[in-house]
C-alpha cells in the first residue's frame, strides 16, 4: 500500500500506478465494448447539444439495465458454450457456461417453461429484476438474461467453491471457529443489510444458498437463490435501514408461508395458521441468519428434531427451547459475545429482534471484523496503521469526478463486467471503508476514510479538503441516492486496476477498450503514475 495522502486531496486527481506486467483483458470486456458503442451510436448525432439533466438519465438507465435482458433476436448460444450440469431444481438445470471468445466462466441456470406454470414465470421475472438491482460484493451477479419459446437462461457469476453447507461439514473440528464464524456472519449480514436496504426480504435463507468463489478456507461468500424473494414497500424512507427514530421501519406485510423447516422464523408458522392477519415482515430474514450463526459454531440446528411438528413446536417456544452446548468439544466453547449475538437474532417477537444493520454492529461482531482487517493488511505485507486510501486509489476517484459523462458510462459498464478476482483488492478497501458493513458507502464513511489516510492533524472538518470530499462523493453517487453503491465504488476506482485512454469522437471502441491489468494498490510506489485520464 502506498504512503499516506497529501494534504491537498484536489492536486492527487491525476496520481495513480503505471502498468506493470501488462496483461490484454479487453477481450473479457466484450459487453462493455458493446454497450458503450451502442450508446455511442444512438447519442452521435446529439452529443454536442446534450444538456447535463438528460446526460445523468442516460447513465442512470445504464446503472439500471447492466443486466442485459435478451429477446428471441439474440440466441444464446451463438456466444456461449454450455458445460457440465452444475445442480437440478424442479424447473430445471445449472450449467457451467463458457464464453467462446474469452474463455470465461459462467453459471447458466436455465428454466424449462413447460415445467412451470404462467404464474411462476412472472415470479421469475420478479426475480431477475431483483437480481439486476442488487449491488453487492456478497451477492450473485446476473450478468444477462435470453428468453427462448420454451426456455430462459439466466447468465450468472460463478461461485466454483461450493456451499456454506459443504464448507461448514468439512471443518476439522465440526464446525467453524469462533474468528471464522464471525467473519461468515457478518458478511452473511452485509448481503441481507443490503437487501433490506432496497425493500428486498429472501426469504430462504439456509446454508445451501451461501456459496464460495473458490475453494480457497476463506474465498469471498456470497448469496444466491431469490426464486422465494419478494419487494416490500415501508411506510416511511429509510436511511441506512433504520428509520431517523432508530426504530425498524413500518413495512406492509407479506402472508405467503414459505422457507425452510429448519431456518423458518416462528411468525410465518403463527401467519400459517390464520391466527393472525398483520403477516410478517424481513425480519424473517435475520431469525434465519441467527439459526445459520448457531449451526456454523455448534454443527447442529437450534431447533431439532426427527419430526418437523416437533421442530415447528421449539421454533414457537424459542425463548425456553435454545440452549447453548456447554463444550463444543477440544475445550472450547461458545463466548458470551456469540451467544449474545445468537440469541438478539433468535427473539420470537420480530419488532424487538436485532436488524441486519444492528447486528453488524454487535461488539462481537465488529471485534473480530477489525481483527480480520488487520490480518489482511499483514497477508499484503503493509503495516497495520496503513491507510484505506492511498494515492493511486484517490487519485483514481478523483480523475472520475473529472470524467465527462459519457467516461463515466464507460467506467460503469467496465466496472459490470470486471470478475471478483480481478477487483478482489478494490473490494476489500470497499469493505473497510463500509464500516457499517451495509453494502452502501455514506458520505461520513467516505470523510473518516480520508481523514484517517493523513498525517494526523492535517485534515479538518472545515476545510477545503471537506469541499473536494463532497465533490468526490457526489460524483460517484452517479444514481444520485445519497449514498456511494459498490458498482459505483468500483467504476471510480478502476483508474487503480486498468487503463482507458479518453473515448474518442467515434465508434472505433474497439482499440480504445483495450484494458491493461495492473498489479494492487498495495504494490504501488510512492512516485507511480496512473493513466486516469477525465
Wanted: proline share 4%; hydrophobic share 40%; charged share 25%.
Amino acid at each position: 500500500m502506498g504512503a499516506a495522502a497529501s494534504v491537498n486531496v484536489e492536486a492527487l486527481a491525476l496520481e495513480g500506478a503505471k502498468p506493470a506486467d501488462a496483461s490484454d483483458i479487453g477481450d473479457t470486456l466484450e459487453a462493455a465494448q458493446a454497450e458503450v458503442s451502442r450508446l455511442r451510436t444512438l447519442m452521435s448525432d446529439e452529443m454536442g447539444a446534450m444538456k447535463e439533466h438528460a446526460a445523468n438519465v442516460a447513465a442512470h438507465d445504464l446503472h439500471h439495465n447492466l443486466g442485459v435482458d435478451h429477446t428471441t433476436a439474440e440466441n444464446i448460444w451463438d456466444t456461449y458454450t454450455r458445460g457440465k450440469v452444475l445442480g437440478e431444481g424442479v424447473t430445471g438445470k445449472v450449467y457451467e457456461l463458457v464464453n467462446k471468445e474469452t474463455g470465461d466462466r459462467f453459471a447458466l441456470k436455465t428454466i424449462d417453461k413447460h415445467l412451470v406454470q404462467a404464474s411462476m414465470l412472472h415470479t421469475l421475472q420478479e426475480e431477475i429484476e431483483m437480481l439486476k438491482e442488487l449491488n453487492s460484493p456478497h451477492i450473485i451477479k446476473l450478468y444477462e438474461t435470453f428468453h427462448e419459446p420454451g426456455a430462459i437462461h439466466m447468465v450468472q457469476e460463478l461461485a466454483g467453491g461450493g456451499e456454506l453447507f459443504d464448507h461448514l461439514e468439512n471443518q476439522p473440528e465440526g464446525h467453524y471457529t469462533v474468528h471464522r464464524a464471525a467473519i461468515v456472519i457478518r458478511t452473511m449480514l452485509s448481503a441481507i443489510a443490503h437487501c433490506h436496504e432496497l425493500g428486498i426480504v429472501h426469504r430462504d435463507l439456509k446454508l445451501e444458498n451461501f456459496v464460495f468463489e473458490s475453494d480457497h478456507s476463506e474465498a469471498n461468500m456470497k448469496l444466491i437463490d431469490f426464486g422465494l424473494s419478494k419487494k416490500f414497500s415501508v411506510a416511511r424512507l429509510r436511511a441506512r435501514g433504520q428509520s431517523k427514530s432508530g426504530n425498524r421501519d413500518v413495512e406492509t406485510g407479506m402472508h405467503s408461508c414459505v422457507g425452510t423447516i429448519y431456518y423458518i422464523a416462528p411468525e410465518i408458522l403463527i401467519e400459517s395458521t390464520g391466527e393472525t392477519a398483520a403477516g410478517y415482515t424481513s425480519a424473517v430474514d435475520c431469525w434465519s441468519i441467527g439459526v445459520i450463526a448457531y449451526m456454523l459454531l455448534t454443527s447442529v440446528p437450534p431447533f431439532d428434531s426427527e419430526v418437523d411438528a416437533e421442530i415447528y413446536r421449539q421454533i414457537l417456544d424459542c425463548e425456553n427451547a435454545l440452549e447453548f452446548p456447554p463444550d463444543l468439544g477440544f475445550g472450547t466453547t461458545i463466548d458470551s459475545g456469540a451467544e449474545d449475538l445468537i440469541r438478539s437474532l433468535l427473539t420470537k417477537d420480530p419488532n424487538s429482534r436485532a436488524t441486519a444493520t444492528q447486528a453488524l454492529q454487535h461488539p462481537w461482531i465488529t471485534k473480530h471484523w477489525k481483527n480480520e482487517v488487520a490480518a489482511l493488511h499483514a497477508e499484503h505485507g503493509d503495516p497495520i496503521d496503513s491507510p484505506v486510501l492511498d494515492k493511486a486509489l484517490l487519485g483514481s476517484m478523483q480523475g472520475f469526478r473529472k470524467s465527462n459523462v459519457f467516461r463515466k458510462l464507460a467506467l460503469e459498464v467496465i466496472a459490470y463486467n470486471l470478475t471478483g478476482q480481478e477487483i478482489k483488492g478494490l473490494q476489500e478497501k470497499f469493505e473497510e471503508i463500509d464500516t457499517a458493513g451495509t453494502g452502501i458507502i455514506s458520505l461520513p464513511e467516505l470523510v473518516e476514510a480520508v481523514r484517517a489516510s493523513m498525517p494526523e492533524g492535517e485534515f479538518e472538518v472545515g476545510s477545503e479538503n471537506r469541499a473536494s470530499i463532497e465533490a468526490m462523493f457526489d460524483s460517484l453517487d452517479t444514481t444520485h441516492t445519497g449514498t456511494v453503491s459498490y458498482l459505483e465504488f468500483i467504476a471510480g476506482a478502476c483508474g487503480v486496476v486498468c487503463s482507458l485512454p479518453l473515448l474518442p469522437p467515434s465508434n472505433e471502441l474497439p482499440v480504445v477498450m483495450q484494458l491493461t491489468l495492473l498489479p494492487p494498490p498495495s504494490r504501488f510506489s510512492d512516485d507511480a503514475e496512473a493513466d486516469v485520464g477525465h
